[in-house]
């Protein structure tokens, strides 16, 4: 029987991959029931973050941004599912969408 090593960052990587597609579930489900902020009406962490994301788009001249990116520009603090929703709502107006990469 051949047993597969597992590198403990990968599984984090997927611990951390569960979450994040949990909550995009979540904040999509809430996207009809409620109007979404503006770039401008978002708190500044999550502005700073969609700023960090737009800029690593256009400056790898990219459509799409991969979770790994996503996870990368995340404030340090927890993100609230409210906060990821306003994050995808605001790339998706610019045309970048986030997907496995």
Do not use: C
């Not at 904040?27 to 690593?56: Q, Y």
């Not at 927890?78 to 995808?88: C, G, Q």
């Amino acid at each position: 029987m051949d047993r597969k090593h597992t590198d403990p960052n990968d599984a984090a990587h997927a611990r951390r991959q569960v979450v994040i597609d949990r909550m995009l579930s979540d904040a999509l489900k809430g996207a009809s029931r409620h109007a979404l902020p503006s770039h401008d009406a978002l708190p500044v962490d999550i502005r700073r973050t969609v700023d960090r994301l737009l800029a690593k788009a256009d400056a790898e001249r990219r459509t799409a941004l991969t979770y790994d990116d996503l996870e990368e520009a995340l404030p340090p603090r927890d993100v609230t599912a409210e906060d990821l929703e306003a994050i995808f709502w605001v790339l998706a107006e610019y045309g970048i969408e986030v997907d496995e990469g």
